[in-house]
């Protein structure tokens, strides 16, 4: 007796979150109108695994046991598209066990019940979606395909349902199959190309689903409303989770997506355990004037489970930073008063040891969080289980507007970056709290620069990587430690230098030398035309001693070492150093080999020519920055104003759901 209806997904392990998003689409939506819910997908994580079944109980089947779809894989020549596009060939075979087959991609959003897709497929067997533009069915293929009508309009394959009235679907699997094979090096959309010549193979005449209501592109101008669409497919390279204006269009993909997050990074706590999958951390000193809008972006994010520690530093101002803190009126705000005046790194350690996590996210009390932050970060960390350590792009803003975007992404970059200067947007980082426990690591309260100092002392044992993307705005408002106190920062992060150059390549620089390959201040710039001659000739040999160095003890990827010397001091540097390394192979497979040799020989006119082009840059640097002040404290002021607006529209739309509740 054959089942009444079949839910079927394909996937690969990465893109767990995505089939996670649908069931929980359906979840919510949906009273079951299916008898199973069938995943096929490549070898999945035991996490992932039980992610899946605890949102909604379903079957798996692993692509291991089907030799067919990697075959017809080999022949398809295009990286682009995974074994993935072959899984719903197998909803054919499906046919024999259930009445009805509905295939859905897992790129979608549900957005209503869609059991009408029940009505579909009772004539002919088979129904689709007619592409919106008319794309024909040669869009497919690179090549013209004899023996098919090319030009007419195409179905698209990711929405199908099937009914067994389908005639001699027994076959179509495997012709499917035989002629993914055959045609493969000509296919540009695999499975979509291959399914249009299986309709005109045998004859069938598909039914229409209306691409409107359950498949609707999110960027179509048309009368309806996307919003109300039962099933959004943005069916292209912009997908919910890497479109930031994607993302705020449709807030229910995040909605979801937290589900899966928490119950994902919470596998394995105890049920009852109430604990949150992230602590965020802030320190508070006296200072209150950015507070709201600190906090604000904090408790507004899209990934909500979390908890806000603000350790409030001992000061006059204390209780009355207290009392601010209490008018948001959120349980998930917890206040650490000290007694005494710790400092920020001692207050940063104290706010670890309350925390109750999986995750920590630094928070500074003037810089503004990107409401996607936490999630996006959550899921770098699910995507990348062998990162400890993550941070994000940051933008400024106030004093100076900038993108700060040139963060390493990769642990062996990360890990050279810090031989120079921080490779993380500090308040931007979020941290494993297992990692810090596992090997002791905190803030220390003797070091100014008490971020450098744990990434450094971290990167011997844990993993730091960046997300490309923008998800911290950065407060330049001339009050901050970095700029008040520029020459305590300044020598502190000489001694990190020190620290790492000592303990990880057990080199020994003289103050002269680390001075000079420091990654804060080009000390280059401070000098006398008539001594730059003499500290490039020693910057440049000691930056090859540690080259050298790192070949003997082999800490860090010499690759990277090299592409993080080149980043930092040029491409000239890093051509001499090249020239006379003993290991010139290492430095080669890092691209300075394509490094051009200058044209010109230095000579000692060359130090007076970049003395005045020097000059001349910093007259035309302080102009445009007058010039355009008025301008940058005009937008300033706008954003902060729209800021303060969006704040006020989200805090009233929440007292108004909280009465509509409690009318209820």
């Not at 990880?504 to 390959?517: A, G, H």
Request: glycine share 4%; hydrophobic share 40%.
């Amino acid at each position: 007796m054959k089942k009444k209806c079949a839910i079927v997904l394909g996937i690969t392990d990465n893109f767990t979150y995505a089939a996670c998003n649908v069931l929980v689409g359906l979840k919510k939506h949906c009273k079951p109108f299916w008898d199973d819910i069938i995943i096929y997908c490549d070898q999945l994580s035991k996490n992932n695994e039980c992610t899946l079944q605890h949102i909604i109980p379903c079957t798996l089947y692993c692509v291991e046991d089907y030799d067919w779809v990697h075959l017809a894989k080999q022949n398809i020549p295009d990286n682009r598209y995974s074994v993935a596009t072959m899984f719903r060939y197998m909803c054919f075979d499906l046919l024999c066990d259930y009445q009805k087959i509905i295939w859905l991609d897992a790129d979608i959003l549900i957005q209503n019940d869609i059991s009408g897709l029940l009505s579909y497929a009772d004539k002919t067997g088979y129904a689709a979606t007619l592409s919106y533009e008319f794309t024909p069915v040669e869009a497919n293929f690179t090549k013209w395909i004899d023996g098919y009508e090319m030009f007419t309009t195409m179905y698209n394959a990711g929405m199908l349902v099937l009914s067994d009235v389908l005639p001699q679907y027994t076959k179509m699997r495997e012709w499917c199959v035989q002629k993914t094979t055959e045609l493969g090096r000509f296919l540009r959309m695999p499975d979509q190309g291959i399914l249009n010549l299986l309709l005109q193979e045998f004859h069938v005449i598909p039914e229409k689903i209306d691409i409107f209501k359950y498949c609707c592109f999110p960027d179509w101008k048309i009368s309806t409303d996307v919003e109300e669409a039962y099933i959004v497919h943005p069916y292209s390279a912009k997908k919910f989770w890497n479109d930031v204006e994607l993302n705020r269009k449709f807030p229910e993909w995040s909605e979801n997506n937290a589900i899966y997050l928490r119950e994902k990074l919470g596998m394995g706590r105890d049920a009852a355990e109430t604990a949150p999958v992230v602590s965020v951390l802030m320190s508070v000193y006296e200072r209150m004037d950015y507070l709201d809008e600190a906090v604000n972006s904090i408790l507004y994010q899209t990934f909500p489970d979390f908890e806000l520690i603000v350790v409030i530093e001992y000061s006059e101002r204390q209780e009355e930073i207290c009392m601010k803190l209490e008018e948001f009126h959120d349980p998930r705000i917890v206040v650490l008063k000290n007694d005494s005046r710790l400092g920020f790194a001692a207050s940063l350690n104290a706010g670890i040891e309350a925390v109750k996590g999986i995750f920590i996210a630094r928070m500074d009390d003037d810089d503004i969080s990107e409401l996607q932050r936490f999630e996006r970060q959550l899921m770098h960390f699910d995507t990348h289980p062998e990162i400890d350590i993550c941070g994000t792009y940051a933008r400024s803003f106030m004093q100076y507007c900038e993108v700060w975007d040139g963060y390493p992404l990769t642990p062996e970059s990360a890990r050279t970056t810090l031989l120079f200067g921080t490779p993380l947007c500090n308040p931007s980082v979020m941290i494993r709290k297992a990692a810090l426990d596992r090997y002791e690591l905190r803030y220390s309260s003797d070091v100014y620069t008490e971020d450098y100092d744990l990434w450094a002392r971290a990167v011997e044992h844990l993993n730091i990587g960046n997300i490309p993307e923008i998800l911290l705005n950065y407060r330049l408002s001339g009050n901050n430690v970095t700029w008040r106190h520029t020459d305590d920062v300044h020598f502190a992060h000489l001694d990190v230098m020190r620290w790492q150059l000592n303990h990880y390549l057990k080199l020994y620089p003289t103050d002269s030398e680390l001075s000079l390959i420091n990654g804060r201040v080009n000390m280059l710039r401070a000098c006398y035309v008539h001594s730059v001659d003499t500290a490039e000739r020693m910057r440049n040999s000691y930056l090859q001693k540690v080259f050298d160095q790192n070949a003997r003890i082999g800490f860090y990827d010499p690759e990277e070492l090299a592409k993080s010397i080149r980043n930092r001091f040029g491409y000239e540097v890093t051509y001499k150093i090249f020239q006379s390394a003993p290991n010139r192979d290492e430095l080669k497979r890092a691209d300075v080999r394509d490094i051009p040799q200058p044209i010109h020989s230095v000579t000692s006119v060359e130090p007076l020519i970049l003395c005045v082009k020097r000059k001349i840059k910093k007259i035309v640097r302080k102009c445009v920055k007058k010039l355009a002040s008025p301008f940058t404290n005009y937008l300033n002021r706008k954003l902060e104003r729209q800021k303060e607006e969006i704040f006020a529209q989200l805090q009233a739309s929440e007292q108004e759901i909280l009465r509509e509740i409690q009318q209820r």
